[in-house]
């Protein structure tokens, strides 16, 4: 009985507390379990998590190690454009419709090239006649058995522009007859004056005549002949003059190939193409007439008062 008698009330209070806090954290126990296991509730997945987030419909895309701005590099912005455009840039370049070297003009004429002397134009003079002797004159070609020759007037002559040129001669009396300009015909021969051979002059009137009104006109004659070349007495490769003869059509210029490309030569009151400082001797001609054909002639070496054929001619007009 003596056990009974130390018993208090402040016991029975510690045991009831006691079950209280049991029963509560058994409340919180099972909160915390409906908690856990309700599907309403997200937990942290890591990174994998957040990245199927960030891809989820409707949620802006936030900015990571794979996103590239725009401005990064010039490739980026090389992207940016549409793919037509990027497909233009990356496509080989097309071919420009205007050639980058214009093939040689034949037909046409030019002003430069012609001179005095134009194609199609019809000229007023007077004819004359002097004794041509073996036919050599001032444009050099030698002698020849041509007696169809004529020497120009000064003015018309233009420092031999007119050596070679055909020239169809018309007189009152209708007759006409073709000479070959070989020489100049110095003053007092007035513009539009041709000094013919006798030969050529007993054509269109009788040589007691001696002197007659005429018309003429320019030719580009049907020929078999050729084109030669012949260097001048003296040429080396260090000076040489530079002769075309037997050219359809008047030749407008004359150019040797040398270092620095196509060099037109001076040309001379004598009919040479003069290389004073040697610039071409002996190289590749190209020669231009006043229609502006070009003919390119290799292989002609220099050998002095030789004449060299070509094997070539101008086209005739």
């Known amino acids: 009985m003596a056990s009974r008698s130390h018993r208090s009330p402040s016991s029975g209070r510690g045991r009831t507390a006691l079950v209280s806090a049991a029963a509560v954290a058994a409340v919180a126990l099972v909160a915390a379990l409906i908690l856990a296991f309700s599907p309403d509730h997200e937990t942290d997945a890591g990174p994998a998590a957040a990245t199927r987030v960030a891809g989820t419909p409707g949620t802006p895309t936030p900015t990571t190690e794979k996103s590239e701005p725009a401005t990064a590099s010039p490739s980026a912005s090389a992207r940016t454009g549409s793919p037509k455009a990027t497909a ?188 004073e400082q040697g610039s071409g001797c002996g190289g590749a001609i190209r020669i231009t007439d006043i229609y502006g054909e070009r003919l390119e002639i290799d292989g002609i070496s220099v050998k002095p008062d030789v004449v060299q054929s070509t094997g070539v001619q101008f086209a005739r007009h």
Request: aromatic share 8%; glycine share 8%.
């Open 88 to 275: 233009s840039s990356s496509a080989s370049p097309r071919p420009s419709k205007t050639p980058s070297t214009r093939p040689a003009r034949k037909t046409s004429t030019s002003a430069a090239l012609t001179g005095r002397i134009k194609p199609g134009v019809t000229y007023d003079g007077v004819a004359t006649f002097y004794d041509t002797g073996n036919g050599d004159g001032a444009c050099l070609y030698g002698p020849t058995a041509d007696v169809m020759t004529a020497a120009m007037n000064t003015t018309d002559y233009e420092t031999s522009r007119a050596c070679g040129a055909y020239i169809l001669v018309r007189a009152a009396s209708g007759a006409s007859v073709t000479v070959r300009i070989t020489n100049e015909c110095p003053l007092p021969c007035a513009p539009g004056q041709l000094d013919l051979s006798p030969q050529a002059f007993a054509k269109l009137a009788a040589p007691v005549t001696g002197r007659i009104p005429i018309t003429w006109s320019l030719l580009s004659p049907s020929t078999s002949d050729t084109i030669s070349i012949r260097y001048k007495t003296g040429s080396t490769r260090y000076w040489c003059g530079i002769q075309a003869i037997g050219h359809r059509n008047p030749l407008a210029r004359l150019e040797v190939q040398t270092a620095a490309g196509w060099t037109e030569l001076p040309r001379t009151g004598y009919n040479y193409f003069l290389s």
